[in-house]
């Protein structure tokens, strides 16, 4: 895909889309590749998407920081990276080789679960077993290389195991920006980030997406934040609903 068969309209509708993303993700400390991958598919392709919002992620990952290294928990990063790379590797393969339409009903689904998870506030508050990291970081990885979405599997496995806020953040950041590093390679080596409309779509968003960074940080009013997570979770329903007649309407 080149920029130039890019409608004025669909540079428009991008903006608004990473824009929200973006403020979301200041505000929240996550959710901008779960809204801003679903609604981008709408109307460009995944395999131009996936990459430019992973570059995307990482950037805001550097710029929010937040990593304590004292403070991470590296016993569980140790064990969720290694099943993580695998599911990178998987997803990566798979963001290659499968046609769009089960990517995207596939996707649809993941995004609907999630977003139920969010706007009825489903968790719990017994600490799980460690064992659950393997499952939590397959699935990640694999979501993360094929969508660029895959936080929710490692966000509900920490939860459950760091009860500290502050350890919580810091082991959440250190995890995120290693498994970015492994997607990163991994999307080289498919080839996914050696194209110049990737880039130049990357660097043109950079300016509207720090920008959003810092007006999300800015951003500490009335909602609180079990309120932002069920307006994510409205947010993600429709995005799954579009995405799920987007998949259909493929001939």
Do not use: C
Not at 71 to 97: A, M, N, Q
């Amino acid at each position: 895909m080149s920029l130039e068969q890019l409608a004025a309209s669909s540079i428009a509708s991008a903006a608004v889309i990473l824009l929200a993303a973006y403020v979301i993700r200041g505000i929240t400390g996550f959710g901008s590749g779960l809204i801003a991958v679903p609604l981008l598919a709408l109307f460009l392709p995944l395999k131009f998407v996936v990459p430019l919002v992973l570059l995307l992620d990482f950037t805001a990952s550097i710029v929010i920081g937040g990593l304590n290294f004292k403070r991470v928990k590296w016993d569980e990063v140790g064990i969720l990276i290694p099943f993580g790379v695998v599911g990178v590797v998987l997803g990566t393969s798979l963001l290659v080789k499968l046609p769009p339409e089960p990517m995207l009903l596939t996707l649809a689904g993941f995004v609907f679960l999630f977003a139920l998870r969010s706007i009825f506030n489903i968790h719990g508050d017994k600490t799980i077993s460690r064992g659950w990291a393997v499952p939590a970081s397959l699935i990640g990885g694999t979501v993360g290389g094929l969508f660029g979405t895959g936080g929710p599997p490692y966000v509900i496995y920490l939860s459950h195991r760091i009860r500290d806020k502050g350890d919580l953040r810091a082991t959440f950041s250190a995890t995120f920006f290693i498994e970015g590093i492994t997607r990163i390679a991994s999307f080289l080596v498919a080839g996914l980030l050696l194209t110049g409309p990737v880039w130049i779509a990357y660097f043109a968003a950079l300016p509207l997406v720090l920008g959003a960074l810092y007006l999300g940080g800015r951003v500490h009013v009335g909602l609180t934040q079990q309120q932002m997570t069920r307006l994510v979770g409205v947010l993600l329903l429709v995005s799954s609903v579009s995405l799920l007649f987007k998949a259909m309407s493929y001939e």
